[in-house]
C-alpha cells in the first residue's frame, strides 16, 4: 500500500507542476525586445562597446539606460560582395535576447534608413526593421546646442502607439566611420512612416 501510494503522490506532484508551469507561460506572453526562438550564445570575443564579434565592423552600438543591455548593429563579411551582412542585435554580451535576421534575409530587403531632418541644423538617421508583428527602430539625433538623442524604439506594426522606448546611455554611442558600411547602408530604401510622420511619439 505504501509504495501505491508513494507513486500516486509522485504522479500528482507532476500533474500539479506541469500545469503550473503551463498557465505561468500562458500568463506571460514573450516581449517583442526577445525572439520568437531563443538567440544562440555568442562564443566569439565582442568589440569593446558593443555585441557584434571582433571579426565584425560597428555599424551602430550603445549600452541602454537600463544599464544591462545593449544594442547593436553589426557588419560582418565584405559588403562589396554577397556574403557581406548586416545584422542587428539586442541583450547581453553572452546571450542576446534577439538577432534580426537571423540568416538567408538579405540586409538589403531587410532594413531602411530614413533620414532625420529638424530645425536648427538638428539631424540625423533612423534604421527600421520588422520583426513579428512589431517595428524597431534604431535612430541618433544631433545638432548645434543638441546634446543628442539616440536610442531604440519598438512599436506594433499598423499603430503610432509605442510599445518600449530605450535610450542610449550619454557619450556611449558607437556609429561606423567607414565608408564601405556607409554606402550599403544608404542603398537601403527609406521608411515612407518615418519620412511622413517622423520618429514613433505614443498617442
Given at each position: 500500500?505504501k509504495?501505491?501510494d508513494i507513486?500516486?503522490?509522485a504522479?500528482?506532484f507532476?500533474?500539479?507542476?506541469c500545469w503550473s508551469l503551463?498557465?505561468a507561460?500562458?500568463a506571460?506572453?514573450a516581449?517583442?525586445l526577445?525572439?520568437s526562438t531563443s538567440a544562440a550564445p555568442?562564443?566569439l570575443?565582442?568589440?569593446?562597446?558593443s555585441?557584434?564579434?571582433k571579426t565584425e565592423?560597428?555599424?551602430?552600438?550603445?549600452?541602454?539606460d537600463n544599464?544591462?543591455?545593449?544594442?547593436?548593429?553589426?557588419?560582418?563579411?565584405d559588403?562589396?560582395q554577397?556574403?557581406g551582412?548586416?545584422?542587428?542585435t539586442?541583450?547581453?554580451?553572452a546571450?542576446p535576447?534577439?538577432i534580426?535576421?537571423?540568416g538567408g534575409?538579405?540586409?538589403d530587403?531587410?532594413?531602411?534608413?530614413t533620414?532625420?531632418?529638424f530645425?536648427?541644423?538638428?539631424g540625423g538617421?533612423?534604421?527600421s526593421?520588422?520583426n513579428?508583428?512589431y517595428?524597431?527602430?534604431?535612430?541618433?539625433?544631433?545638432g548645434?546646442?543638441?546634446?543628442g538623442?539616440s536610442?531604440?524604439?519598438?512599436?506594433?506594426v499598423?499603430?503610432?502607439?509605442?510599445t518600449?522606448?530605450m535610450?542610449c546611455q550619454?557619450?556611449?554611442v558607437i556609429?561606423?566611420q567607414?565608408?564601405?558600411?556607409i554606402?550599403?547602408?544608404?542603398k537601403w530604401?527609406?521608411?515612407?512612416e518615418?519620412?511622413?510622420?517622423?520618429?514613433p511619439?505614443?498617442h
Amino acid at each position: 500500500m505504501k509504495s501505491i501510494d508513494i507513486a500516486t503522490a509522485a504522479c500528482a506532484f507532476v500533474l500539479t507542476t506541469c500545469w503550473s508551469l503551463t498557465q505561468a507561460a500562458h500568463a506571460s506572453p514573450a516581449s517583442p525586445l526577445r525572439s520568437s526562438t531563443s538567440a544562440a550564445p555568442r562564443l566569439l570575443p565582442l568589440s569593446s562597446g558593443s555585441i557584434c564579434a571582433k571579426t565584425e565592423r560597428i555599424v551602430f552600438s550603445c549600452p541602454l539606460d537600463n544599464g544591462t543591455n545593449t544594442v547593436s548593429l553589426c557588419a560582418a563579411g565584405d559588403m562589396n560582395q554577397e556574403p557581406g551582412r548586416i545584422y542587428y542585435t539586442y541583450g547581453g554580451p553572452a546571450s542576446p535576447e534577439l538577432i534580426f535576421p537571423s540568416g538567408g534575409q538579405h540586409a538589403d530587403d531587410a532594413f531602411t534608413r530614413t533620414h532625420l531632418g529638424f530645425g536648427g541644423n538638428t539631424g540625423g538617421y533612423a534604421y527600421s526593421f520588422v520583426n513579428d508583428d512589431y517595428k524597431y527602430v534604431i535612430y541618433e539625433i544631433s545638432g548645434e546646442g543638441n546634446l543628442g538623442d539616440s536610442g531604440v524604439i519598438v512599436q506594433r506594426v499598423g499603430q503610432r502607439t509605442v510599445t518600449a522606448k530605450m535610450h542610449c546611455q550619454p557619450g556611449k554611442v558607437i556609429e561606423t566611420q567607414d565608408d564601405q558600411v556607409i554606402d550599403a547602408t544608404l542603398k537601403w530604401k527609406s521608411d515612407p512612416e518615418i519620412e511622413a510622420h517622423g520618429l514613433p511619439r505614443g498617442h
